[in-house]
């Protein structure tokens, strides 16, 4: 929980934060910090030592994506101010367990178990940082979270569409998408999950509202898929999942947090 509050808290978030908060509520905001102490929680329980397994690897795959480029001088990894934490790190190793994943020497990914973009399924963990190596955080944690759809949710892989649209996935039932996931590296921030929300909930009310574009994008999308049946969008980053209903009415997206705020299962008949 403390660690919860100092993120969601620090100032540049406030303005984000206290929105999000008078339009949901209290009960949703005070179980929305209770989650994040529970995924933490249970990403210790399930995979221990997740943080260090995942790193030994995260090193290993650093030395053959600095052998595959020429580019590239060293295999030293940069280590983020954020560095990994457990619910994260246990979620890509539970993919990778699964053999939903597939890492190869140098940490280019295939997502075994997903369908993948027709131009193709392979996806870098890294990039060139200077003379070193960079991860790219984001991509690690969009496969860990459609991994768990499959695995802990029971969508079925085939349905799961990687990166389709503006969503890092899109569930189909048929051709009709019934769920769409957008995850972030990180809960606060310019491009964290408060933000989006926000954005996504003031253009709800007012699709004239100030709105980064990809925010902006991501919104008619959700607002196009709505428009043909209920949508659930599922939100996620270390430490966060929160479930809504999208249902568009008279050209407005509406977003009610589910019942069960983390549960992205989508209604009957999607996997």
């Known amino acids: ?73 060293s295999p030293d990894l940069a280590v983020s101010r954020r560095g990994l934490r457990a619910d994260e790190a246990a979620g890509f190793l539970a993919a ?35 003379r070193g190596v960079a991860l790219n955080l984001e991509y690690l944690i969009q496969m860990a979270a459609a991994a768990e759809l499959l695995v802990d949710h029971g969508v079925a892989g085939a349905d799961i569409c990687f990166e389709r649209g503006e969503f890092d996935a899109v569930v189909q039932d048929g051709a009709l998408p019934v769920l769409a996931m957008e995850a972030k590296a990180r809960v606060e921030g310019a491009d964290g999950l408060l933000e989006l929300l926000n954005s996504l909930l003031r253009l709800g009310v007012n699709p004239q509202a100030t709105a980064r574009d990809n925010h902006r994008r991501k919104h008619a999308a959700l607002l196009e898929m709505a428009a043909r049946g209920p949508v659930v969008l ?13 249902r568009a009415g008279a050209g407005i997206l509406q977003l009610a947090p589910r019942r069960d705020n983390g549960s992205p299962v989508c209604r009957e008949g999607s996997g």
């Open 234 to 246: 599922w939100l996620v980053a270390d430490g966060a999942r929160w479930a809504f209903d999208a």
């Open 96 to 130: 990778l367990d699964a053999r939903v994943l597939h890492v190869d020497s140098a940490g280019f990914v295939i997502p075994q178990a997903l369908r993948a973009k027709a131009s193709g399924g392979r996806y870098a963990l890294f990039s060139r940082n200077g």
């Open 1 to 73: 929980m403390k660690r919860a509050q100092e993120v969601l808290w620090k100032g540049r978030d406030m303005g984000a934060g206290e929105d999000i908060r008078a339009v949901l509520g209290d009960g949703w905001w005070e179980g929305m910090l209770r989650q994040s102490g529970e995924l933490e929680r249970a990403a210790e329980v399930r995979c221990p030592g997740a943080v260090r397994r995942l790193d030994a690897l995260l090193q290993a795959w650093a030395v053959g994506f600095a052998a595959s480029r020429p580019d590239v001088v």
